[in-house]
């Protein structure tokens, strides 16, 4: 095979990824069950069945976004917007559940194709218009939280029928005591890992994100890769309201906010790196049960909100800074 087919890049890229799990996710699987045990002792109620699920189905919609958001950043790229366009989908299909009756079927095709469109945004102007992904998300954040806002009107959403309620966070919506809409996370992560892992066409997001002009040269379709990947990011984000929606009942205008922060915090925690070209799937799950682990504890253990963002930002700078020094050395050897 030539040393410069996009088959071969795509397999060189693959390289470093090819074990099942790797270390980084073999230290946050010590340090959750670590932490699980401590919490046990110190706050046994985050233990009880119900708070169990309660932390596995807020998990869930951060881990959808993260699953595409982690083959995003592995081509250097990122999201801000996610939180916007959450809000954005979310009030489309709310009003769609509560005035027009719409059925299951109906809400999950309307969150996939809002949030798709709301990818192709981003797509368009970061693939075709070569807009950095930083300076275009961000923008998008606001313009997406805006039309959000529009749709909301004065008032927030009230009365929404729980037609989703499969995947909700009521009791019945679960298997062997785990959300459905966890097993849903778990499902979609299995299948983007298997993509990245073993598809070569998966394995040219590492490429890419390694060296865009050299994947370029190699024959990889690297801005047709791109706008899809943050297509992918929007129907992410549509089936994440999908679940998020499951209790029905009330939407309020702030919905979103802050939702970027914890989609990225699991990915980088999770060890996708900043600068492109490595991370799993699997350490993204890892990351947000982390994350929601940690949120919960500051709960249970009755310490003020605030703390949370505390502590997850320590453990950002502490990962990326991990992160860079060992890009460093690598540049150095």
């Not at 940690?294 to 703390?307: D, K, R, S, W, Y």
Request: charged letters at 10%; glycine letters at 12%; one cysteine or more.
């Amino acid at each position: 095979m030539s040393e410069n087919t996009p088959a071969a890049l795509g397999e060189r890229a693959s390289r470093p990824h090819r074990a099942i799990v790797e270390g980084q996710e073999l230290v946050l699987i010590g340090v959750i069950v670590a932490l699980w045990v401590t919490l046990g002792f110190v706050a046994p109620t985050i233990l009880e069945p119900s708070s169990v699920f309660a932390i596995f189905y807020g998990v869930a919609p951060i881990a959808i976004m993260g699953i595409a958001m982690t083959a995003i950043m592995c081509t250097a790229g990122i999201d801000v917007s996610v939180g916007s366009s959450l809000a954005v989908v979310m009030a489309v299909v709310a009003l769609l559940l509560r005035d027009l009756q719409a059925g299951a079927f109906v809400a999950i095709v309307a969150a996939i194709v809002v949030g798709g469109l709301l990818g192709a945004v981003n797509a368009s102007l970061i693939a075709f218009g070569r807009v950095p992904a930083m300076v275009c998300t961000f923008g998008t954040l606001n313009v997406f939280r805006f039309v959000a806002l529009q749709v909301f009107g004065d008032s927030q959403i009230a009365g929404v029928p729980d037609t989703l309620g499969f995947v909700g966070g009521g009791v019945d919506a679960a298997f062997l005591g785990i959300p459905n809409a966890m097993w849903l996370a778990v499902v979609l992560a299995i299948l983007a890992w298997f993509y990245m892992r073993d598809f070569a066409t998966g394995r040219h997001i590492y490429a890419i994100g390694n060296d865009a002009e050299a994947a370029r040269l190699a024959g990889v379709k690297v801005r047709r890769r791109i706008f899809w990947l943050y297509v992918a990011g929007g129907v992410a984000v549509g089936i994440a309201a999908v679940v998020s929606l499951g209790n029905g009942g009330l939407v309020q205008q702030n919905v979103g906010f802050g939702v970027e922060m914890s989609v990225i915090a699991a990915c980088v925690i999770g060890g996708t790196s900043v600068v492109g070209g490595r991370g799993t799937v699997l350490g993204t799950m890892l990351g947000a049960i982390l994350v929601g682990t940690v949120q919960a504890a500051v709960i249970h253990l009755h310490l003020p909100n605030q703390l949370t963002l505390l502590f997850v930002g320590v453990i950002i700078i502490i990962t990326v800074g991990v992160d860079l020094a060992r890009q460093a050395r690598r540049k150095r050897s």
